[in-house]
């Protein structure tokens, strides 16, 4: 966790995981271990059709998980959708398809997280008609190399968002414990406490951001006319890129060193803007897409 200049707490958290319960090579209390040995405050083992429940783990809160996957075929859409803090087994089963598993697990007062979109090779045909989906994974490690490809769905937010669909955007490992797939990518999610309620609530308000490291904040400034990024000049961010739904438009991207600001000033043509930040190692953080207006 940390404590922004305001005097808001941020706490650090993944929300896929597997163990040896399903593909994972490690065990469940070798992953909290591990997760809390690298500062996280939550993590949710989200093993594939396999629930697990909430708890606490020396300190590290558990948030229950479970992956639930339909369809096999790019064609047709595979949908990975992973359920996280339920107060009960949501009772997913292989014939519900993915809306059906959204709509039972929110009745189980848990998210439902739309998995790795890119490595599923997601369209708008697949995701448009989906409702209730509480964040999306614009980046999943075990979907990057060494093992895999397509960990960024960045793309597929803009898409969505250039159609009026604002989805959340989360970062996750997917640990299955291949290599390099563990401790990577997280949320950082403002709450006043580390429970299952104030987390979730917390993802619910928008109130997080996906990172690999680097902190930062970003506001819209309706009298300035601009959106603005700040960040802590010894995170060493060294290129902030507004995306948008503008083709062209300047001042997109600052790129220096240790920056601790970047603005984007609005050209009033844009009904969104999404910030992403790299430091001078090359890791991400990737903050939530701002709605700047409707479209007409
Ligand atoms: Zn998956
Ligand atoms: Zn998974």
Redesign the pocket.
């Known amino acids: 966790m940390y404590t922004d200049e305001h005097g808001n707490t941020w706490w650090k958290g993944n929300l896929h995981t597997h163990t040896t319960r399903s593909d994972g090579r490690a065990t469940p209390e070798e992953c909290a271990a591990l997760y809390r040995s690298h500062g996280y405050d939550f993590l949710a083992l989200t093993d594939h059709w396999q629930v697990s429940e909430n708890g606490t783990s020396d300190g590290l809160l558990l948030l229950s998980g479970c ?1 639930y ?1 339909f369809g096999s075929r790019v064609k047709d859409g595979i949908y ?1 959708i992973v359920a996280v803090g339920c107060l009960r087994d949501p009772g997913v089963v292989r014939a519900d398809g993915p809306q059906t598993a959204i709509d039972k697990i929110h009745a189980a007062g848990g998210l439902a997280d739309l ?2 979109p890119a490595w599923s090779m997601n369209t708008l045909a697949h995701l448009m008609p989906l409702a209730g989906v509480d964040y999306t994974e614009i980046f999943n490690s075990v979907s990057d190399l060494p093992a895999n490809c397509r960990p960024y769905s960045g793309m597929i937010v803009d898409l969505l968002a250039a159609q009026g669909i604002f989805w959340k955007s989360a970062a996750v490992d ?1 640990t299955h414990w291949y290599r390099e797939d563990a401790c990577r990518a997280f949320i950082w999610v403002k709450a006043e406490t580390c429970t299952r309620e104030a987390i979730l609530a917390a993802i619910r308000a928008w109130d997080f951001y996906a990172s690999e490291g680097p902190h930062a904040e970003v506001a819209l400034d309706r009298e300035k006319n601009c959106v603005r990024v700040r960040c802590p000049a010894e995170d060493h961010i060294a290129s902030v890129v507004f995306f948008t739904d503008t083709a062209w438009t300047g001042r997109r991207s600052t790129v220096g060193t240790d920056l601790t600001e970047a603005v984007f000033p609005l050209t009033g043509r844009e009904t969104f803007v999404r910030a992403e930040l790299r430091d001078a190692e090359g890791r991400s953080a990737w903050m939530q897409t701002t709605r700047i207006k409707n479209d007409e």
């Open positions: 992956e996957d990975h998995a790795h997917d």
